[in-house]
């Protein structure tokens, strides 16, 4: 998968800039019940090559008048519970999307990831510490079929030369 090119400025931080489509509804493809078809790798940033898959179900609600949403992640891992929280708010002032995650494993917000669409994908970087090395993370959402869209995550631990793929999320909605 194509990601765009990554910027950095003097001080080495991320330098993200707004699409010109970027909009407060860029996910309201998004909005009400989903089955999740999740493919996940056993471990990253190893040369690992083994997929666990699974099912989850989640739901997305907008909030704040439409400049944000929320959603609930539900899945079962190792026969427990697992349930993870999605924050997402758009900035009408840079035009960018902030996209924030917790889970009942860590019970805290990762830095969020940035970013916008443009033509129904979405990328969405930060930069994070996974094992104790810096990393660059992406999300990558494609909408191009909305009732169907894919949600994918990948880690660079070499400012972006290359990607690790670690888990896709293909989703299906619950009328």
């Given at each position: ?21 970027s ?43 439409g ?41 805290k ?29 992406v ?37």
């Amino acid at each position: 998968m194509e990601i765009p090119k990554i910027s950095f400025d003097a001080a080495g931080n991320l330098i993200i800039r707004a699409t010109p489509s970027s909009s407060k509804h860029d996910f309201d493809f998004f909005e009400g019940r989903w089955k999740l078809h999740n493919k996940k790798l056993k471990s990253k940033l190893n040369n690992c090559t083994e997929w666990v898959e699974f099912e989850s179900t989640q739901e997305m609600h907008k909030v704040l008048n439409g400049i944000g949403n929320t959603d609930n992640f539900l899945a079962t891992f190792d026969g427990q519970p697992f349930e993870g929280m999605t924050v997402r708010l758009f900035n009408p002032k840079t035009n960018l999307w902030s996209i924030y995650w917790a889970d009942s494993n860590n019970g805290k917000l990762d830095p969020p990831v940035v970013g916008s669409f443009e033509n129904n994908i979405g990328h969405f970087f930060t930069k994070d510490v996974f094992e104790d090395k810096d990393i660059l993370v992406v999300f990558r959402w494609d909408a191009t079929d909305r009732d169907n869209p894919v949600w994918s995550q990948a880690f660079s631990d070499n400012n972006g030369k290359t990607w690790e793929w670690n888990w896709y999320m293909f989703m299906s909605k619950i009328k």
